[in-house]
Every structure is written in C-alpha cells, then in structure tokens.
C-alpha cells in the first residue's frame, strides 16, 4: 500500500498543485519521497538476502515467516502509530502484550476454548489502554510517566498469573489456525490480520473526522480545543484503541507459540516506536504515516531474518537495527532541511 | 579628515528558498548613532533581512561591509562578536533560568574558566536593568514569572550585556503598554547618544515618525526607497511605497445605526474572573460590531476567552438568542455559534503542519463526514467556497497554512468560523502581526460579515482600529468597564484619557 499523502503532509514540502482529491487518485502514483525511499531500503535488503542465502531466504516458508513475525509487532505499531500522531507516546505496548497473552491461556480461560481466548485477550487489551487513557485524559498525567507504570504493573501482574511458568495452549481451534493448511492462497491467517488491521488503521487515519482530530490533537493541542474538537476524549480513545491493537497482537502471539509467556513482548515498546519514526512519523506528534510505520516493522523483521539466517547473534541485529533509527532520522532530517 | 564610513553597508543581498525569493538585491546602509527603521509589508523580506544581519542566513549573494570592512556572518556567533545584537519578535528567553543567567547565557563570567559566578552576573545584570530604567526587575527571579513586557527588558539586558554597536529590534513595542514605549524609545535615545546604531522593525508608522531617523522601505523582496527622512515623508507616500498604492480610507463604511430594539444574539450578564475581570455586562446585536478597548492586562482577552469557555467564570452567565451557555466549555460555545479568532494565531488557532482546507474544516468536520467517513470532495469544495468568499490568497486551498502571510492566516481563521456558520464572532487582536495594506482588507471583511447578520466582539490594543471599525465601543480599565459609547462619539484622546485615568504612574 502506498501513501496518499495529502498535501501538508506532502514530504517532499513542495506545495502540489491543486487536485481534486478523488479517493484513489494517486494512490500508487504519488507516492512520497519518504515511502519510496523505505521501499528502496526494502527492495535492497532482499537483494541482500537473495545473495547471501538465496535458497533459504526466498523460500516461500521463509517469506511467509518473516511475514509472520512482523505480523505481531506490526499490528502493536498501528496503534503506536496513532497515538505518536497525536502528541503522545505509549510505553505500556509490550506488557499489555505479555498481561493479555498469559491472562488468555490460563487454564481457566482455555476452558471457554477459541472465544473465550480471543475475547480476554482484546479484552485485557482495551482495558488497560483504559486504564491509560484515563490517567491521561483525564488525570491530567503526562503519557510517558502513566504508560510507564503501566509497563512496570502490566509485567508484574502477568508474572503473577503465571508464576514464571508458559502456559501451553491446548485448544484446537487456536493450533489450528497456525498450520500450513489454514492459510489462504498462502497467506498464513495471521498476515492477513495484520493487513486488515493496517488497512483500517490507514482508512481511519487518512478519511475520517477520527483521524483528522488525531492530527489536529497532536499539530496544536491547544488550536484544536479551541476549534472546538473534544481534546481528551479523543486521548482517552487513542489509548483504547492501542490497547485493543495490543490485545489482538497477544492472541496473534498465542496461536504462533501456541502458548502465553510473561516474558511476551519484550521490548515491543521500542520496536513499534522505532518503526513508527523510521517510517516518518513525528515523536512530537502532527503528522503519522500507517504506511511509514508498516514499511519500518517490514525493514526490521527482514533484517533480523536476515542475520539469523546468516548465523549473526542477536547483539549484531540490535547494533544494525541502531543504526537503521540514526540513519532513517539523518536522512529524513536532511529531506526535511533542503525543501523548507 | 574623510567622512566616516557608515558603520554597515549591505549591497546587493539576495536570498532564495526554495520556490520564493526572499530578498532580491537589497541595499541598506546604517550610519553609527542613528535609528533607521525598516518598513515593509509581511512578506516583503524583512525577517530575512534580520536574520542575515544577525548571522542566522546566509545570503546567496551580495556584500556586507563592517566600519569600511568586508565581512562574512558566518554564525549568529560571529554578528554578535562584531558587535551586532538582535531582539527578535518572538522572545528568545529560558523560562526556567533567572534573569541573571538569561542575559548572560552563553557567555557567563567564570572563574577558572568554568566556574559560574553567580554573584558578579547578578551585579552587572542589576546594572543593566538600571540603565535600561528597570531597577526593579531582580536579577535572581525566574524570567518565567515576568511580565512580558519585563522579558522584552530582560531581552534587551542580553543585547546590551555584549559590547554593542548595531542592535536590530523587530518590532519591540507590539507587547508594550504606552508608558512601557515610552520606556523604551528613551533606552533607544540613550543608546544612540552613545553611538550605537538601532534597526527598528515597526508597523507603527507614528513610531517611526517618534524615533526614527532615516527610513528604508522593502518591498518584495526589494527596497523600493532607501534612507528616507522619517520625520518629514508624508505618510501616504510611505504606505504608497508600501503596498504599490494609496490607501486613503482605511475603514469601511458603517452602516446607518443598527436598530437598537433588534434582539442581542449574545448577552453577558455580570461575567466575572477573579482578578482577572469583574463584573461585566454587554449585549452584540445582529450586524453589530462591539469593541472593547483597553490597555495590556485589562482583561480584554481573559473576557473574551471567559465568553468563549475557554477560561471558567467564577460568576455571571453568557446567554446566545436568550439561551444560557453551559460556561466554561467551549464546546458548548461552538454548538452555540460562537467563534473565536485568538491572539495568538499560529499557537491557538492553527495547524500550521496542515493545509489551508484542514484548518478551515477542522470546525465543521460533521458536515462532510457521515459515520465519521469525510467526504473530501464535498470539503474542498466548500473550504474553497469560504476562503474564496474573503478572497484568500493565494487561492489555493490546497498550500500548507504556515505558507501564508499573517493577513491570510487570519483570513483562514476566520473562513473557518464562516464555514461552520457560526453567528458570534470574537477577535482577539485581529490584525496583530498584520502589514497595513492587509489590515484595510480584513476589516472590510469583518464589516462585511456583521452586515451579514453576524454579531461580532472585537478586542484591540490599537485604539484607533477599535474607534474605526466598531459601532459601540466598551472602554477597560484595569477589568471593569470605564465608559460605553457609540464609536463616533469617541475619540483616540479621549479614550486613551480613559484607560489611563487614576492608573498608578507606574
């Protein structure tokens, strides 16, 4: 998918000419420097991965892998996405992940088999990113320090439930659905969660009053109140749908380990707030790409696929994956000074 | 012995941004001890003018010349170490230091090399306070918790705390109370009679004639008059200059007086603020432009914010068509039909990452969206349709808001207003950071939309502005109501004799 990026946000910061904004003129003619510069990324890192290992890696299994695991991260970067568009930041990403996944496999959960594991982990999910909209919303707390608690009690909560231990998932239905035989035209089920997950996270972003305000929230907090929009619902609400973006990555998580772990999601925070950025998104706030962010979470898994492949450790793919953040931000930096 | 060479020569200086040139051969040339004031419409270069005199530009081509010397400003640094000061608009203090430590951040006197002392930054920052007519101000309080005129003082302690020869003041009375610019031209006086130079950046033309010595007139991007006299021009050949034709009557008409038993579309009844406002009453009819005048700080823009919800009242009542408003929320002000063109534009008006169509529908999004869907087509439309309607330029509706002059993003505001169909209008400083020729525009169009049935609330600190373009005008003095009058009975001396009137000589 490609951005259709109107024209404030028009990368580039040349002014288009004027254009009756059909729906899909456009989508995939223009295209903005930023994306097209993260596709080029991505088209050469599987270049480089063709070379190196190019039975392994563009084997289809192993595709359908790297797809896969960006699947999970993928969806929490949504979220994380809207909420940075906004001005704000959640910290909380990865415990609400571990909190839903082990509070889903419990084996009283696991009793109500498929709903009832699907239904807690959205469920724990929203409800934290309640409990966080709240605190910011309306308790007037700064989002770092209330999605950092909620980081600190989400792990300690789901390290209680499972006292250290992973909870093996025994329901058939959710196995299942992590087998060759359940994918589609050989989409594994979970690729295309995420794909829906990201085409409404865009839809939602780009064409409606919800994604407008977002913005709004986050150009000029203060404009948008006096313009009349509902500043802290609209917070309350993007914490809830981060929330619920999470709750559905804990149950994507569950059917590909087939189990819950209090250890889920580790430094997921990091990744989908890396991705977001890499993609074009603003830390403070005013301007977010769906695309940007999907685009960062696919350079990233790529690139960890690619290093496991070729036998590099994990301290190799952290340094790699520094450096990809410090150069995305110099080179976008230096797009941004040359054309205002 | 030869005459003195002028103490900076700029010829020929250009500079381009992408797609604009924003100077285009520009020559100006200031003498040591005088004020040469810079004139010019927004837009017409004299930002980038400062900045490239202060180092922060570097211009694509053209010559500065320092006391006879060929110079390069590499660096805000090197302007300052030649002697070159700025006082930007925008007031460039650390809230959280104390004012001894803003005026001398970047160059504290140290011991040992990086040892603060604390306590000769305090003394020399005290003395230039007194010499700046400021003793009052202590140098260890948090600039923070100062007025803004005091930052403007604290500011210009900085300037003067280097060794100083042309200081570049970019419109440093738009802030200031009359006593408070008075304070200042005699800092300027002072500063000349010791040989330094000022470069004054007003829109004030009867400043200019005050203080100013020779007056350069830029022009997009050119000076289209360098050196004039300032005293002695004639004011509609500067504006000539200025705009590229002559403006006589600035105003618009009134129309014959409104009806006064038509109906108020809004009343306010015994509003008040805690020591901000007290009590207040007013009524705006249909058609009716009320103004309220008043000096800084009393309480014209916490009244209109009060009315809009933007600010809780401790009493009173806001009531639209008879109706009572739920007070402070603005959200019920807006359902209501009010709508408020803040002072601060680009702080609490704008989106200034978004374009102009955004910003105009930000208000009325319910009227292009069904089930929250937005229907762009329908929203450019009618954002084109209002922007059109008060002949925004360029007219485009597509270019990002911060593209535009202070006059255009005013206008947006406003088209914003006019789109969700809003029937009270409250502006607050208008025509702030607005160059003359735009100002007669926007107040045809305010004019233009009372005459539409709107009841408009208008707030400025420019006397004259509220004399010419309201029809009832309130006068504030220190948060009550002094005096109430219809505009044409007024005048500037008598309302200016209002405000000030038993005020302490501060």
């Not at chain 1, 058939?172 to 829906?196: H, Q, T, W």
């Not at chain 1, 990555?249 to 989908?272: C, H, K, P, R």
């Not at chain 2, 004012?99 to 040992?112: D, K, M």
């Not at chain 2, 006086?189 to 004639?209: K, N």
Request: with cysteine; hydrophobic share 45%; glycine share 10%.
């Amino acid at each position: 998918m490609t951005q259709h990026a109107s024209p404030p946000r028009d990368n580039t910061g040349k002014v288009p000419s004027v254009g009756q904004p059909t729906a899909w003129r456009g989508l995939f003619v223009r295209a903005d420097v930023r994306t097209l510069s993260l596709l080029g990324v991505l088209a050469a890192l599987i270049v480089i991965g063709g070379i190196t290992k190019p039975d392994e890696f563009l084997d289809t299994r192993n595709l359908q892998l790297v797809l896969t695991q960006a699947s999970v991260i993928g969806v929490v970067t949504v979220g994380m996405t809207l909420v940075i568009t906004s001005g704000g930041i959640d910290l909380s990403v990865g415990a609400i992940v571990a909190l839903a996944s082990v509070w889903a496999t419990t084996v009283a959960t696991q009793e109500y088999g498929f709903a009832g594991i699907l239904f807690t982990a959205v469920i724990v999910g929203v409800g934290c990113g309640l409990v966080n909209g709240l605190l910011i919303a309306y308790g007037g707390m700064v989002p770092f320090i209330a999605t950092l608690a909620m980081l600190a009690s989400a792990r300690g909560l789901a390290l209680q439930i499972t006292d250290g231990k992973t909870q093996i998932v025994t329901v058939d239905g959710i196995l299942d659905l992590g087998e060759r035989d359940a994918y589609v035209l050989g989409i594994p089920p979970l690729v295309l969660v995420f794909a829906v997950v990201t085409i409404i996270g865009w839809l939602v972003l780009n064409r409606t009053t919800f994604g407008r305000r977002t913005v709004a929230v986050g150009g000029n907090a203060e404009a948008a109140r006096l313009a009349g929009i509902d500043v802290r619902r609209q917070r309350l609400y993007l914490y809830l749908l981060s929330g619920l973006c999470c709750g559905i990555a804990a149950f994507l998580l569950i059917v590909l380990s087939g189990s819950g772990q209090n250890t889920n999601g580790n430094l997921y925070e990091l990744d989908a707030i890396a991705a977001a950025i890499i993609g074009g998104t603003l830390l403070s706030g005013g301007r977010g790409t769906i695309t940007g962010s999907v685009l960062g979470v696919l350079i990233f898994t790529t690139i960890t696929n690619i290093f496991a492949l070729n036998n590099l450790q994990s301290d190799v793919q952290q340094i790699a994956k520094g450096a990809i953040i410090v150069a995305a931000v110099l080179v976008q930096r230096r797009t941004a000074n040359t054309t205002t | 012995m030869a005459p003195e060479p002028p103490l900076l020569t700029m010829s020929g200086i250009t500079k381009s941004f992408p797609g604009v040139r924003a100077l285009d051969g520009v020559d100006l040339d200031v003498q040591a001890g005088e004020v040469h004031c810079l004139l010019g419409q927004n837009g017409a270069g004299k930002s980038t003018l400062i900045k490239v005199l202060a180092g922060a530009h570097q211009p694509d081509d053209g010559r500065l010349t320092w006391r006879g010397e060929p110079v390069v400003l590499k660096s805000p640094i090197a302007a300052m170490r030649l002697g070159i000061a700025t006082i930007y608009q925008e007031l460039d203090l650390v809230e959280g230091l104390s004012v001894a430590e803003n005026v001398h951040l970047g160059h504290e006197p140290t011991a040992a090399g990086f040892v603060v002392r604390g306590k000769a930054a305090k003394e020399s920052t005290a003395a230039l306070l007194k010499r700046l007519g400021h003793p009052e101000i202590d140098p260890a309080r948090l600039v923070g918790d100062l007025s803004a005129a005091q930052q403007q003082i604290v500011s210009m302690a900085r300037a003067l705390s280097h060794e100083v020869r042309l200081i570049v003041m970019d419109e440093p009375s738009a802030a200031l109370d009359p006593d408070e610019v008075d304070n200042l031209f005699r800092i300027v006086g002072d500063l000349t009679a010791a040989g330094v130079a000022v470069v004054y950046i007003s829109h004030r033309l009867e400043e200019i004639r005050r203080i100013g010595d020779r007056v350069t007139v830029l022009k997009d991007g050119r000076a289209v008059a360098g050196g004039l006299p300032a005293k002695s021009t004639p004011t509609r050949e500067v504006v000539a200059l200025m705009t590229g034709r002559n403006v006589e009557y600035v105003f618009p008409d009134r129309p014959p007086a409104t009806p006064a038993e038509s109906t108020p579309i809004l009343q306010v009844r015994g509003l008040a603020r805690d020591g901000e406002f007290e009590p207040l009453d007013l009524e705006v009819r249909p058609g009716e432009i009320v103004g309220l005048a008043g000096l800084v700080g009393s309480g014209r823009s916490e009244i209109l914010e009060t009315i809009y919800g933007a600010r809780k009242p401790t009493a009173g009542q806001v009531l639209v068509d008879g109706r009572p408003l739920r007070l402070g929320s603005v959200r019920a002000a807006v359902r209501a039909g009010l709508g408020l063109a803040p002072e601060e534009r680009k702080a609490q008006a704008l989106l200034m990452l978004e374009s102009v169509t955004r910003n105009v529908s930000v208000s009325s999004m319910s009227r292009f969206s069904r089930g929250g869907w937005i229907d762009r087509r329908a929203e450019l439309g009618a954002a084109r349709a209002a922007t059109r309607e008060l002949s925004l330029r360029p007219d485009n509706p597509s270019v990002p808001v911060r593209t535009l002059s202070g006059g255009n993003q005013q206008k947006v505001v406003l088209a914003r207003w006019l789109l969700r169909g809003c029937r009270v209008l409250l502006l607050d400083e208008p025509t702030r950071g607005v160059d003359v020729g735009a100002r007669a525009e926007l107040y045809a169009v305010v004019r233009r939309l009372a005459d539409e049935g709107l009841a408009v609330l208008l707030v400025s600190s420019e006397v004259p502005e509220v004399l010419g373009l309201a029809d009832r005008v309130l006068v504030l003095r220190e948060g009550s109501v002094v005096h109430t009058a219809p505009a044409r009975e007024l005048d500037e001396h008598r309302v200016l004799d209002l405000v000030m009137e038993g005020s302490p000589a501060s």
